[in-house]
C-alpha cells in the first residue's frame, strides 16, 4: 500500500488515485528546462514576462504560453500591475519544491552531496557509567 505522511506525526494515511495523478501532472509540468527556470526565478523574485524572456533566453510568446500553464495548474500567480502582468510564485509548497531539487542537484548537472545528517539525541548518548 502507497502511503503518504499526514498532518499528525506517527500517522499514515493512504494515498489516493487523484493525488497520484495530481502530483505526476504537476512533475510533468515542471518536466521542460524552461518552466522550471521560470519556476525558480518566480521563487526568489516578481517579474513581468519581458524580463523572464530576457532571463531565460526564450521568446516572450513562448514565455508567455508557459506562464499559462504554470499559472492554470496553480504553480504561478500573476496580479496586474499599470499594463503589466507581474508574475510570482507564492505557495509554500512550491517554493519548498523548487528549492529542494535545486538543493539536491548541483550547478554540474550531477547529484549535490547530502547535506550532514542530524544524529537522533538518543543515539547521541554514551554507555551509562
Known sequence: MTESSSARAGEHVPLTAPQLRAAADTFALLSTPTRLHLAWLLARHEYDVGTLAEQTGATVAAVSQHLAKLRIAGLVTSRREGRRQIYAVEDPHVLMLVAQI???????????????????????????E
Request: glycine share 8%; proline share 26%.
Open 102 to 128: 535545486f538543493d539536491h542537484i548541483a550547478p554540474d548537472g550531477s547529484l549535490a552531496p547530502d547535506p550532514p545528517t542530524p544524529r537522533h539525541p538518543a543515539k547521541d548518548t554514551g554507555p551509562a
